[in-house]
C-alpha cells in the first residue's frame, strides 16, 4: 500500500506521509461529533432527510478513498472519489447552516483539508498519468 504511493510522483508542496495520520484523526473526532448529531436530529425529526443526505453520501465517499487509492492503486478513482467527497462536504455545510450553525463552522476545518487534498489528488493523478 504504502509502498505504491511512495513510488508516486508528487509535487514538492506535497506534506510529510507522517502528517496525514494526525491530521485525519482530528478531522474523524470532528465527523464523529458533527455527523452523529445530525443523524440524532434526523432520526427525531428535527431536520428533513434532504439535509441528512449530504452527510451520509459523505460519509460513504470517504470511506471509499483509502479502498480507491491504497487498495485498487488508482489515481483516477480516487481522483473522482475526492471530488465527490468535496461536492457533498459543501453541500452538507450550506445544507446544515440553518439548523444548526456551529455544525456547518465545525467542518470548516475538514472543507480546508478536503480543498488541499484535493489539488494534491488531482495534481499526482496528472503527474502519474
Partial sequence: MQEWYQQLIKPSWAPPAWLFGPVWTVLYAIIAVSYSYVGWLFFKGKIPFIVF???LLNLIFNLAYTPLQFGLNNN????????????????????IYPYEKWVSFANLPYLLWVLFATV??????????
Avoid: K, M
Wanted: aromatic residues 6%; proline residues 3%.
Fill in 53 to 55: 443526505l449530504p452527510f
Fill in 76 to 95: 483516477l478513482l480516487a481522483s473522482v472519489d475526492i471530488l465527490l467527497v468535496l461536492g457533498t462536504l459543501i453541500w452538507l455545510i450550506i445544507a
Fill in 120 to 129: 494534491l489528488q488531482l495534481t499526482i493523478t496528472s503527474l502519474n498519468g
